[in-house]
């Protein structure tokens, strides 16, 4: 079973719509800086610079299933798990919840991207240290 | 094969991140108001009240998958689909282009809802006048 | 002098534009949520109901300078001073920095409203028992 | 007086929040939006190479006063005005109302500022075939 990474996240007004409750894009932004949460507890860092490149990793996808509505104020429990680690790649996966009821879940594909200075992001191998920290939370 | 609903959207300076391009969080918004713009288009509106009661559309699942950046100042082409239209909810399909590159893909459930006055969204049947119209875009 | 609330917040990359900084109208979501957090320090919550009534706060000016820029996955130091307590708005004062540097300072004035069920915002005398606490942070 | 550009902008579900009105910080994303439009007109651009070099205009004051709720769905006119031109900066003016209905006023003062590549944005005088446009439009 993979080791689940844990955060929370605190909803905030201005994350709210006329609905009443948190907007649905709001939590895409909420599983980035979940992820972004997990990679700094790895030692990395949003633009991660190895060996003079800088590291990123774009999106290739994302998707959300909404299954109860976040509210303002709420405090949300995210838990993250690394649902696959591939050559160039990593699939997280994410549920949030609120006092033990079940609100949304979310995965999202990463493409490792080396940003040369001004230039356009290229798709290149996971390095070592990144891709072996990130296959032990996989628990493969 | 379904007709599908074309809109543009403008990329502004507000949609982008520090990698130089359109936050993949802001495709969603752009989804949404697609979807807002084709129901408008069908007469209804994003609260449109229907025999004294609201009738709304909150989303079960959001999906996007990234092809090619969006850029600053880029007029984005999005043709729409109505795919599915079930007794309660209506699936669509996004494409997102910009001068014929492939930049994006999505995919988005809304479940059609009656809100009472303060309280909480029940998802209810479409209404035959809008169900009618969504399967006339989907071709069914 | 008054008593400054002190409050911090991360940048998120979601929060940074092309310009590779945070994006200026982030500052009035920060200050938005540094005001709120204030109001729950002092009992209150974004949407008060005190005697079976909704009190809210809506803003009628924000404002912003800015020094110096912030980045992605900075922790921005916000101190916060109620500047002027009225009998029907409040003023409260933003400072923000990074490690004794000043990136920026903003006002934001909000106006005490009661809003009935599915109706507008009215101002009204904010309620003793909140003007006491504010003003008791306002050092008058 | 100074000739005022003109734009407009459609208020959108996701410009809402749970007051049920659209979000006092969306003003400031509309009203750098207007900016850009009315850059674009003179035949300018968000980041403007120049000589080689890129020109770019961040804001060092951003303020708004908020005088009736915009509502989703409703298309704001704006008026932008050219307030002040200086050596290094812009000050504009914003108008917006619907429907005759006075809905808020803003200003925003951006620097212009030459960006080296990967570096810090230094100010700059504007360039003269900007600083003309812009005094133009300003009537001065």
Do not use: W
Not at 86 to 94: L, Q, R
Not at 99 to 112: I, P
Not at 116 to 125: E, F, L, N, T, V
Request: aromatic share 10%; charged share 20%; proline share 6%.
């Amino acid at each position: 079973m993979p080791t689940p990474f844990h955060t929370t996240r605190f909803v905030e007004f201005a994350d709210t719509d006329m609905a009443g409750i948190m907007h649905f894009s709001a939590f895409f932004r909420f599983m980035e800086a979940a992820e972004h949460s997990l990679l700094r507890s790895l030692g990395l860092s949003v633009f991660k610079e190895i060996g003079g490149e800088v590291i990123t990793f774009p999106r290739v996808a994302a998707s959300c299933e909404y299954h109860s509505p976040a509210r303002c104020e709420e405090v949300l429990e995210i838990d993250v798990t690394v649902d696959r680690v591939g050559t160039k790649s990593v699939t997280y996966g994410f549920a949030f919840s609120h006092n033990g009821r079940d609100v949304a879940t979310g995965k999202m594909t990463s493409v490792c991207c080396r940003v040369p200075h001004g230039g356009q992001p290229a798709s290149i191998p996971i390095p070592d240290e990144v891709g072996t920290k990130l296959r032990k939370l996989a628990g493969t």
